[in-house]
């Protein structure tokens, strides 16, 4: 069962994203599960934040700013991109931390999986910019 969530994507419901990130977090998940998984709970975060966790609110956003260091670590920007193509911040105190959790778990060892689900933006050589496909990212 899926949730509508308005304009932007869909997205599993509560239960079945508890279940994938019980698979993601089991000591046998391969990495480019673990990968596809976190770019799923990255879109389901966005959500939250955008919606203040009161869904199925509609809410406005495409894609999410990734950065990935020299070293192969990735985070979030705070930044994401609407329908229209507009890159915005998160206005919300404390989105990068809670999207970082998830971040997190992206690096160079499945970086072949979740960079699928990526537009490279930029790479200056110290930090690589990526922006996330949100919808693709919804679908598991």
């Not at 060892?109 to 496909?133: I, K």
């Amino acid at each position: 069962m899926t949730q509508n969530t308005g304009e932007s994507y869909q997205l599993p419901d509560d239960s079945h994203l508890a279940q994938v990130l019980d698979r993601a977090e089991a000591p046998n998940a391969k990495a480019d599960d673990v990968a596809r998984i976190m770019c799923l709970l990255l879109a389901a975060e966005v959500r939250d934040i955008l919606t203040g966790h009161e869904y199925p609110a509609p809410f406005d956003a495409t894609g999410l700013e990734l950065l990935c260091t020299a070293e192969g670590a990735v985070r979030t920007s705070g930044a994401y991109w609407t329908g229209d193509g507009t890159r915005r911040e998160f206005e919300e105190a404390g989105a990068e931390y809670h999207l970082d959790a998830w971040a997190c778990e992206l690096d160079d060892t499945n970086r072949d999986t979740w960079s699928l689900l990526c537009e490279l933006l930029s790479d200056d050589g110290a930090t690589v910019r990526y922006r996330l496909d949100l919808t693709r990212a919804a679908t598991l």
